[in-house]
C-alpha cells in the first residue's frame, strides 16, 4: 500500500495523526521505544491560555477533516454536536476542578472549550493554518 504524508493538510496540523492512521489501516507495524530520549524546549508562546484554546480549535479542525472528509454529512453533523457538548461539560468541570487544584486545570479547560469551537467552526467549512507561525525556534 502507498502510505504518504496528506499534504493537502498544509498547516492545519494532523498529517501525522492521519499518517498513523493510514499505517495501522494498511496493517504497517508500528510500536514504541520506550528507552528513546526526546528533549523539547517548549516556547513561553505556547504556555498562555489563548495559545491552548487556539490549539484545541484547530486540532479539532483538523480532526474533523480527517475523521469526516468522506463521510455521510447527517452521520458527521450529528457525532460533532454531541462531541461539542462533551466538550464544553469537560471544560465546565474542569474549570470547577480548578477550584480544587490551584487552578492547574485551567489550561485543559481552555482546550476543551477550543476544540468543542473548533469542531463548530469546521462544520461549517473553516480550515486551519495553526503551524503558519512558528513558536520557538
Do not use: C
Request: net charge positive; hydrophobic share 45%.
Amino acid at each position: 500500500n502507498n502510505v504518504k504524508f496528506d499534504e493537502g493538510l498544509g498547516y492545519s496540523g494532523g498529517s501525522d495523526a492521519a499518517f498513523y492512521r493510514a499505517a495501522k489501516k494498511a496493517e504497517a507495524h508500528t510500536g514504541w521505544v520506550p528507552d528513546a530520549v526526546v528533549v523539547e524546549e517548549i516556547p513561553v508562546s505556547r504556555l498562555t491560555l489563548a495559545y491552548q484554546f487556539m490549539r484545541g480549535r484547530d486540532q479539532a479542525i483538523s480532526s474533523y477533516i480527517i475523521k469526516f472528509s468522506q463521510s455521510q454529512p447527517s452521520k458527521s453533523f450529528i457525532s460533532s454536536i454531541l462531541f461539542v457538548v462533551s466538550k464544553l461539560i469537560l471544560g465546565m468541570a474542569r474549570l470547577i476542578a480548578a477550584l480544587f487544584n490551584r487552578g492547574s486545570s485551567i489550561g485543559l479547560a481552555m482546550r476543551a472549550f477550543g476544540f468543542a469551537w473548533g469542531l463548530i467552526l469546521a462544520m461549517f467549512g473553516y480550515s486551519s493554518s495553526h503551524y503558519k507561525k512558528v513558536h520557538g525556534s
